[in-house]
């Protein structure tokens, strides 16, 4: 939260809405506290996560996961837009450009997963063609009014429940076999998630990106810490995690410090850091 509203430049006014199976009141708090530092609007739902217990989940994910395919529901008519964004992320750069693509004629935007590429056999479990873009749902811009007149999230639940056993990624997996051909892609600088940067610190995987994937590495707009490992852990490998915690002492929660790394955790983590270094210097 405190990422968007730092590096948001247009007077656009910013409403949260926080989706949660059970909030503390003191995290509801410091949450109210960040949002009336800079004018912008809380609104906090609990659901009934019950429905969900017999959902399938991928690795390290927690039925949380599947809460987004509430937000129709959740949300009343009048919001004919919205901007989901996993926690597990920081913000860059103005959100508002991101906000302000056109997906009028489709039930969201998204940034393409180059991940599933070593998946083998994921898009054909997903009755999805071969070489049709599969997305990954951490950053989703959703046409709130074409997506509840055609019941999308019901349709997702409805498929993943027909297809629990071909499932790999919960919720995301469901998104796509279902939007497939009917979401807009925006540039990937908008999602820079951890295979992005796997691949970008390879050489024979960095030559192989796009320019634009190649862009939006070296200037994300939003960096998404995807896989077990997160900022708040110190065996985190991603890079950002130092301006993770740039935002982070501007919050309530300021002087948090992660457990620490077990030896092995440490030497991984270095070893990276000394790969982007070296990467760095030849790019």
């Known amino acids: 939260m405190t990422s968007i509203l730092h590096n948001k430049k247009a007077s656009t ?24 530092t800079y004018g912008a609007a809380l609104v906090s739902h609990a659901v009934e996560s019950t ?10 994910l927690s039925k949380a996961a ?7 529901k959740i949300l009343p008519p009048s919001i004919k837009k919205v901007l989901y964004l996993d926690v597990d992320l920081i913000v860059r ?20 997963d180059i991940g599933i590429e070593s998946k083998a056999g994921l898009r054909e479990n997903l009755g999805m063609p071969p070489r049709e873009p ?22 997702v639940i409805t498929f993943i ?18 939007l497939w051909g009917n979401w807009v892609a925006v540039h990937p600088k908008w999602n820079v998630y951890k295979a992005a940067f796997r691949k970008y610190y390879k050489w024979r995987e960095k030559r192989k990106l796009s320019n634009e994937l190649l862009q939006a590495v070296k200037n994300p707009g939003i960096v998404h810490f995807t896989g077990p490992l997160k900022p ?25 410090q992660a457990p620490r790394a077990t030896m092995h955790q440490l030497y991984r983590k270095y ?5 982007r270094y070296i990467m760095n210097l030849l790019d």
């Not at 006014?13 to 009336?36: A, W």
């Not at 429905?51 to 390290?60: H, Q």
């Not at 990954?136 to 999308?152: C, H, M, P, Y």
């Open 232 to 256: 708040w852990h110190d065996s985190c490998l991603m890079p950002y995690v130092k301006e993770y915690y740039f935002y982070l002492a501007m919050t309530p929660w300021k002087g948090y």
């Open 271 to 275: 070893r990276q850091r000394f790969r």
């Open 51 to 60: 429905g969900f217990n017999t959902l399938p989940l991928g690795p390290y």
């Open 13 to 36: 006014p910013v409403v949260f809405h926080v989706i949660h199976d059970s909030l503390p009141q003191y995290e509801y708090d410091n949450l109210k506290q960040i949002t009336d």
């Open 93 to 112: 750069s103005d959100i508002s450009e991101l906000w302000h693509t056109d997906i009028s004629a489709h039930y969201a935007a998204a940034i393409e």
């Open 134 to 155: 599969y997305f990954n749902s951490g950053v989703l811009l959703i046409n709130t009014t074409k997506w509840r007149a055609d019941s999308i999230s019901s349709k």
């Open 161 to 178: 429940n027909d297809n629990a056993g071909k499932i790999r990624f919960a919720d995301q997996d469901g998104l796509n076999a279902i």
């Open 66 to 72: 599947y809460y987004r395919l509430l937000i129709t």
